[in-house]
């Protein structure tokens, strides 16, 4: 199990940046492919962006252009900068490490989860 602890969120204007922080303690994130989910009330959790060990990144298409995802595997810690947010952003944003296992995202650990919320 991965420990996982999340860092920054709030509110946010509409048209305004947010960076979340993940720092991981226990392990090596290098070899793990990291991630951020959203879960909206009364929505199912989403995915928003994964970085792979190699960099490799993928974004869901809702925050395509607009997010972007980082790791620095120094400080153990992936990032995610959200700018130009919208009232669509806003949800309770999770980070994850994991693996891929037949093609299908495993998650060994959860940050606790960070509120975004998008509103003038």
């Known amino acids: 199990q991965v420990e996982l602890v999340q860092s920054g969120g709030g509110l946010v204007q509409p048209g305004g940046s947010l960076r979340l922080s993940c720092r991981a303690s226990?392990?090596?994130?290098?070899?793990?492919?990291m991630g951020w989910e959203r879960q909206a009330p009364g929505k199912q959790r989403e995915l928003v962006a994964r970085?792979?060990?190699?960099?490799?990144?993928n974004y869901a298409d809702s925050v395509k252009g607009r997010f972007t995802i980082s790791r620095d595997n120094a400080e153990n810690t992936v990032y995610l900068q959200m700018n130009n947010l919208n009232s669509e952003d806003t949800a309770v944003y999770f980070c994850?490490?994991?693996?891929?296992?037949?093609?299908?995202?495993?998650?060994?650990?959860w940050g606790q989860g960070t509120q975004v919320t998008v509103s003038s």
């Open positions: 226990g392990t090596d994130i290098r070899i793990y492919t």
């Open positions: 994850n490490a994991g693996s891929y296992i037949s093609n299908v995202f495993v998650a060994r650990g």
């Open positions: 970085i792979n060990d190699g960099g490799d990144t």
